[in-house]
């Protein structure tokens, strides 16, 4: 009988120890990794803020007619209207840009929030932390559970026979 409890208790040791997730991206990592874009993104917008700004003096009526004072023509308010027409279609141009970086700024920073909610989802539910800080699947943890109640339900059959013999009238 104690050649069975400890076979059982061996194999409930065995199953109870932790499995490592061998995940190749944890979620941190992706978060992380998100938060970098973010980082770029803004680059990329003040980049192209700058570039608005300096689009709207290019397009101020004497900065266009000190752009074109060196070249001789006989059409001077045409070549300014050319250059006013570059100049918006530029601006224009940086202006949708600058509203797409927008966008994916907005679609970004709900994929970080999504993915933090994800993480804390995942880490409260689906994995425990071991008193060594390890994480142990659910598959092994229920597999536990299981050798625990045939242990506790082993013992407790144990216990009543050593009660019902100590019971019965000795002859």
Not at 53 to 64: G, S, W
Not at 125 to 130: D, P, Q, R, T
């Given at each position: 009988m104690k050649k069975a409890?400890?076979?059982l208790l061996i194999l409930l040791i065995a199953c109870a120890t932790p499995v490592l997730a061998q995940n190749n991206e944890t979620s941190?990592?992706?978060?992380?990794?998100?938060?970098?874009?973010?980082?770029?993104?803004g680059a990329q917008e003040e980049e192209a803020k700058l570039h608005a700004?300096?689009?709207?003096?290019?397009?101020?009526?004497?900065?266009?007619e000190h752009s074109l004072a060196g070249y001789g023509s006989t059409k001077p308010e045409e070549l300014r209207e050319q250059r006013r027409k570059e100049l918006t279609a530029e601006k224009a141009a940086v202006t949708a840009q600058?509203?797409?970086?927008?966008?994916?700024?907005?679609?970004?920073?709900?994929?970080?929030?999504?993915?933090e909610v994800r993480g804390y989802q995942q880490s409260a539910?689906?994995?425990?932390?071991?008193y060594l800080g390890l994480r142990v699947s659910n598959f092994f943890l229920k597999i536990g559970?299981?050798?625990?109640?045939?242990?506790?339900?082993?013992?407790?059959?144990?216990?009543?026979?050593?009660?019902?013999?100590?019971?019965?009238?000795?002859?």
């Open positions: 409890l400890i076979v941190a990592e992706s978060i992380d990794e998100m938060k970098l874009h973010l980082i770029d993104l700004q300096q689009l709207d003096e290019a397009l101020k009526p004497e900065n266009i600058l509203e797409q970086l927008a966008l994916r700024r907005t679609q970004l920073e709900a994929a970080i929030s999504a993915a539910s689906g994995m425990i932390a071991n559970i299981i050798m625990l109640a045939v242990v506790f339900v082993f013992l407790g059959v144990a216990g009543l026979l050593i009660v019902r013999q100590r019971r019965q009238p000795r002859v």
